[in-house]
């Protein structure tokens, strides 16, 4: 038993050292033994993409789930690329008729005179996918990597944003924006 159970450690040491190598590789700013740390614990690090980056609805879902914490895309913040505020679709509403999804690419503060749409701004995503691509705010996160557990199958599943990733609502007077 003993025998066996020292015979699979330095297969996994390999492992974890080719993990912790491979994150040095990606530039993750590590060290090797915090590399390696951080691949035993399990966790991962990812380089959040910065601005004016075209990313697949799958990945620029996974970023809203491991930076809040949640699949409910209504509790996700965005920050304005112009005047910094930061708003959630949970806070934005357009007059009498709600617009949650207005909170991903137009700014509610109105700090500024006219804080240009997402895609005028200096900083937004441009995430496509089957149903088009549209311009978003950048997710309200700062410091440009992300420590998250390994990838699962839940990982690659594309959370439903009307006028992002799925059909706009008809309704929306934002519509026209999202595409």
């Not at 912790?20 to 530039?27: F, P, S, T």
């Not at 700013?29 to 601005?51: E, F, M």
């Not at 004016?52 to 879902?61: K, N, P, Q, Y």
């Not at 240009?116 to 309200?140: C, I, K, M, N, T």
Request: aromatic residues 8%; glycine residues 10%.
């Amino acid at each position: 038993m003993g025998a066996g159970k020292a015979k699979d450690m330095p297969q996994r040491n390999r492992k974890v050292q080719r993990a912790a190598r491979q994150q040095l590789v990606n530039d993750h700013g590590l060290s090797y033994t915090d590399a390696r740390t951080q691949v035993r614990r399990g966790t991962r690090v990812t380089r959040v993409a910065p601005a004016r980056t075209m990313l697949a609805d799958g990945v620029w879902s996974r970023y809203g789930r491991w930076i809040h914490g949640t699949d409910d895309w209504t509790q996700w913040r965005f920050r304005c690329g112009t005047c910094g505020h930061v708003q959630s679709p949970a806070d934005n509403a357009h007059g009498s008729e709600p617009c949650p999804e207005a909170a991903m690419w137009q700014c509610a503060a109105g700090q500024t005179p006219a804080c240009p749409p997402a895609g005028e701004s200096p900083e937004y995503y441009q995430v496509f996918g089957y149903h088009g691509h549209g311009r978003v705010f950048l997710f309200d996160f700062t410091g440009g990597r992300l420590e998250h557990p390994p990838l699962t199958d839940a990982d690659d599943e594309i959370v439903e944003v009307p006028g992002v990733t799925a059909p706009a609502r008809g309704s929306s007077p934002w519509e026209s924006r999202a595409r």
